[in-house]
């Protein structure tokens, strides 16, 4: 009875300690404060506007590489109220188009809204990050799935932006995105 009661004791510690290093030190411990004063302020109206390129990998559960594609992001503005449209080709051969609906607040506060969302994204944008905070519902042939998704945004000195994401359902992490994204080269031809 005593071992059990130790292995119980055991456990709890170890997830109370589990929980205290995620809210503390983790990447979902950040918060937009963090990046105040840390470089060019990032302003998604500026940053985020225009034909932009994009290209990145999402890694599953076990943390290997399960996918990379490449995409053409169009973003215009109307003050504080952007549409994103994104064209992703994964490296599958398959293509998926998503829209996005981006309105910033006066005090950095954004509210995001796309067809593949339950409910609203919210998120900020402080000095040279920007969170945003949403849930996913995947398409059918991958599963379905409804996921709790944080994303950061961070812009880097040459105006170029690293976007990096974390797909969680139950709490527990099934996949991450790791991108770049910067406005898109266009010929004096096209």
């Not at 302020?41 to 994009?54: K, S």
């Not at 215009?76 to 994104?86: A, I, Y």
């Not at 981006?102 to 954004?110: E, V, W």
Request: glycine share 12%; net charge negative.
């Amino acid at each position: 009875m005593d071992a059990v009661l130790l292995v119980f004791v055991g456990l709890l510690m170890g997830l109370a300690l589990f929980v205290i290093w995620q809210r503390n030190w983790s990447f979902l411990a950040q918060q937009p404060e963090d990046y105040e004063g840390t470089g060019q302020d990032f302003d998604i109206r500026t940053h985020l506007n225009g034909p932009i390129e994009c290209e990145g990998v999402i890694y599953g559960p076990t943390g290997r590489v399960t996918s990379r594609f490449v995409a053409d992001f169009d973003v215009t503005w109307d003050g504080n109220v952007g549409t994103m449209t994104e064209h992703f080709r994964y490296d599958s051969g398959a293509t998926q188009a998503r829209e996005w609906q981006l309105t910033i607040g006066n005090d950095g506060k954004i509210r995001a809204e796309a067809a593949d969302l339950v409910g609203t994204g919210e998120g900020w944008q402080r000095g040279s990050g920007v969170k945003l905070n949403y849930r996913i519902k995947l398409p059918e042939d991958s599963g379905g799935h409804v996921l709790d998704t944080t994303d950061w945004m961070y812009l880097v000195g040459n105006g170029a932006i690293v976007n990096r994401s974390q797909f969680r359902k139950f709490g527990i992490k099934v996949a991450e995105l790791v991108a770049t994204m910067r406005p898109k080269q266009v010929s004096p031809t096209q």
